[in-house]
């Protein structure tokens, strides 16, 4: 682990190679699994102020699930995520592009210059997950199986996690923390 400020970052982010491959994934990670995008407490709120802006970008079965079920909700962990369009499938936020590749409906707004929020971030950061503990953060590698495409074109390009996601790593702990880690693994691990 590396003690990085308030953070214990696994050693996984510096020598896993990751890179997305949504040719070959077609975005997997936003269609499977149990639960929604888990939520910061703020970004429930900006759920809630943006959605109107972000409704227009949407499928009409996202718009439905979220209109029914909420802008989000407590999943089976007790923790506020996306809403999901039914149980186990796809995020209500989510769309897809001409080639079938999902696309997320919050980011398309942003990029339209409808709102200033880019996405959650536990998806901008993925594939990290962050794990809340009372005097720190565990900044960990979620190892995926739909992954692994990814991580053949991240050993192909020899592109480490921590650099294929500097700029979701900024923006969650700053520029400071991330330059810090960035010359940790450079100098002490590398």
């Not at 982010?13 to 639960?35: D, I, R, W, Y």
């Not at 718009?63 to 909420?70: F, T």
């Not at 210059?113 to 009372?134: E, F, N």
């Not at 692994?148 to 900024?170: D, H, N, Q």
Request: aromatic share 12%; proline share 4%; with cysteine.
């Amino acid at each position: 682990m590396i003690p990085i400020k308030n953070t214990l970052v696994s050693d996984n982010v510096a020598f896993t190679q990751f890179v997305c491959n949504l040719s070959k994934c077609k975005g997997a990670c936003c269609v499977e699994g149990e639960m929604g995008a888990p939520l910061e407490d703020d970004e429930r709120h900006i759920l809630e102020d943006i959605y109107e802006d972000v409704k227009p970008f949407l499928t009409k079965e996202g718009i439905e699930a979220i209109e029914k079920n909420g802008k989000y909700v407590l999943d089976e962990d007790n923790e506020f995520s996306t809403t999901l369009i039914e149980r186990n499938t796809a995020c209500a936020y989510v769309t897809y592009d001409e080639k079938g590749i999902t696309k997320c409906g919050i980011e398309k707004a942003y990029e339209a210059g409808k709102i200033d929020y880019q996405k959650p971030i536990s998806c901008h950061l993925y594939p990290i997950r962050v794990t809340k503990y009372a005097s720190f953060d565990a900044v960990n590698y979620d190892e995926w199986e739909i992954c692994t495409p990814a991580c053949s074109l991240g050993k192909e390009l020899k592109v480490p996690v921590y650099k294929f996601l500097k700029t979701p790593l900024i923006r969650k702990y700053g520029t400071e923390w991330y330059d810090e880690l960035a010359t940790f693994i450079e100098k002490e691990l590398l």
